[in-house]
C-alpha cells in the first residue's frame, strides 16, 4: 500500500449509468487534486472518457428490479466474481463504489469474509428512508466510510456507527458545464429552426427502454397531432443505442437519438419540453430549467413488491425534497399513456405552470449543495484522498 498519495490507485466500481457520471466527476476532480492518481475497475462511458478501462461493459450487471434480475443472474455472479479477483491482484489504496447498492454490497461482504483491509467508501447512500431500512447496519458491517448526496441521509447511518458525510449532488455542478456550438449541433443532427423540440428519456438499462419505449412513443404520437412542428431528441447511452434507434426506426416523427453526455446537454440547451424515466436525469432537467414529467414501470411483479415495499409517497427526488409533487410523476400502475399524454397537454398549455415547476424546482436543488460553499465532487475527493491517506 502506498504511503503517500502521489501514484494512489483507486479502485472505482460504478455498476449503472447514473453512478458512472457521478464516478466521472468525482474521478476528475481527484485527478486535479493530485494528477498522479490512477483508476481501475468498473465503469460506463463518462469514466471511459477519461481513459478509463473498464473491467467489463456495465450494461452486463445493469439491471432494476426483483423479477428482471432473474435472467441475468448467472452472468452478474461470473462478473462479480471476476471484480473480486482484480481486487485481490491489484491491491488498490481505496476501493472506491459507487451506488448499484445490490452489487456493491455482495462484493463487499465477500472482500469482508476473505479478511480485507484495503479501507472502502462507498459514495451515493441507499434509499433506507424509501424502503429497506435494513440497509444501514449493513452498510456500517461492510464498509469504513460512505458520503450521502442528500442532508438528511448520514443520521440513518451514523447511528450504527458508519462515518457517513453529505457531499452534495454534483447535478448542481452542471452548470459550469455551459456548452456551446448549437448551430453546429442542429446542423449535425439535422434539426430544423422554429420547431417544438421534445426530449425523450426512456433510460440507460435495455429492461427500461423495453418497458417505456412503448409507451413513450404513443405519448409522442398523440403530441404530433396536436404539434406538428413537433422534433424529437432521445439521449441515450452508447450500450444501448442501438436498441433504441431500433425502436423509433419505424416513426415517421422527425427525431434524432443522440450519445454521450455532451450532446446530452447540447439537447437540453434548445428542449422545450421533456419526457424522462424516474433517475437523475430529472435532476440535470431541473439544472437546465426545462419543464418535464417522469415516468417508470417495472414487470407486473416487481411493480407488486415495490408497492408493499415502498416508505415513500414519491419517487422523484425534487418531490421528496418538496414534500409535494413539483414534477408530475407516472410510476408503476399509473405509468400509461393517456395520463402523461394529459398532463404533458396540460402543461404546455399552461405558461404559469411550467414557470412555476422550473422556479421550484431550482429552488429545492439548492439543497443539494454542501453548506460550507465546497462544490460536491471536490468534497467527495477529498474524503476519498482523506481514506488512502488513512
Excluded at 453526455?261 to 447540447?266: A, D, P
Excluded at 416487481?302 to 415502498?310: E, G, P, V, Y
Excluded at 413539483?326 to 398549455?349: D, G, H, S, W, Y
Amino acid at each position: 500500500m502506498n504511503d503517500s498519495r502521489q501514484g494512489s490507485l483507486v479502485y472505482v466500481i460504478a455498476g449503472e449509468p447514473s453512478g458512472d457520471i457521478l464516478a466521472g466527476r468525482l474521478m476528475q476532480a481527484m485527478q486535479r487534486q493530485n494528477p498522479g492518481v490512477s483508476f481501475a475497475g468498473l465503469g460506463g462511458e463518462t469514466m471511459k472518457a477519461q481513459s478509463f478501462q473498464s473491467l467489463f461493459p456495465i450494461s452486463d450487471i445493469s439491471v432494476m428490479g426483483f423479477w428482471e434480475v432473474l435472467p441475468g443472474l448467472p452472468l452478474i455472479l461470473k462478473r462479480l466474481k471476476q471484480v473480486i479477483r482484480d481486487i485481490e491482484r491489484q491491491q488498490p489504496d481505496v476501493i472506491l463504489t459507487v451506488d448499484s447498492w445490490g452489487f456493491v454490497s455482495r462484493i463487499l461482504k465477500t472482500l469482508k469474509k476473505r479478511k480485507n483491509t484495503i479501507p472502502t467508501v462507498h459514495y451515493v447512500a441507499p434509499q433506507v428512508w424509501a424502503w429497506k431500512k435494513s440497509r444501514a447496519p449493513k452498510a456500517a458491517r461492510l464498509m469504513n466510510r460512505m458520503m450521502a448526496l442528500l442532508p438528511y441521509e448520514p443520521a440513518y447511518f451514523e447511528k450504527y456507527g458508519l462515518q457517513c458525510d453529505f457531499v452534495g449532488h454534483p447535478v448542481i455542478e452542471i452548470t459550469a458545464d455551459t456548452t456551446d456550438g448549437i448551430n453546429t449541433f442542429k446542423e449535425r443532427h439535422h434539426i430544423p429552426d422554429q420547431r417544438f423540440i421534445l426530449c425523450v428519456l426512456p433510460g440507460s438499462r435495455g429492461s427500461e427502454i423495453r418497458k417505456l419505449i412503448p409507451i413513450f412513443k404513443k405519448v409522442i404520437n398523440r403530441l404530433k397531432d396536436i404539434y406538428p412542428d413537433m422534433f424529437v431528441i432521445i439521449p441515450t447511452v452508447e450500450a444501448i443505442a442501438g436498441e433504441v434507434r431500433d425502436a423509433f426506426a419505424g416513426t415517421d416523427i422527425p427525431h434524432c437519438v443522440i450519445t454521450g453526455q455532451h450532446e446530452r446537454y447540447n439537447a437540453f440547451c434548445i428542449s422545450n419540453f421533456a419526457l424522462a424515466a424516474s433517475g437523475t436525469v430529472s435532476l440535470e432537467l431541473a439544472v437546465f430549467g426545462i419543464p418535464h414529467v417522469i415516468a417508470y414501470r417495472f414487470s407486473a411483479i416487481t411493480n407488486l413488491i415495490i408497492r408493499r415495499l415502498a416508505t415513500t409517497k414519491y419517487a422523484n427526488l425534487i418531490n421528496i425534497l418538496a414534500a409535494k409533487p413539483v414534477i408530475p410523476e407516472f410510476v408503476l400502475a399509473n405509468c400509461r399513456e393517456e395520463l402523461i399524454t394529459a398532463k404533458v397537454l396540460e402543461l404546455m398549455q399552461q405558461p404559469e405552470a411550467v414557470r412555476r415547476q422550473v422556479e421550484e424546482a431550482q429552488q429545492y436543488l439548492s439543497l443539494l449543495k454542501p453548506q460550507d460553499g465546497q462544490m460536491p465532487s471536490g468534497k467527495a475527493a477529498s474524503i476519498v484522498w482523506e481514506m488512502i491517506r488513512k
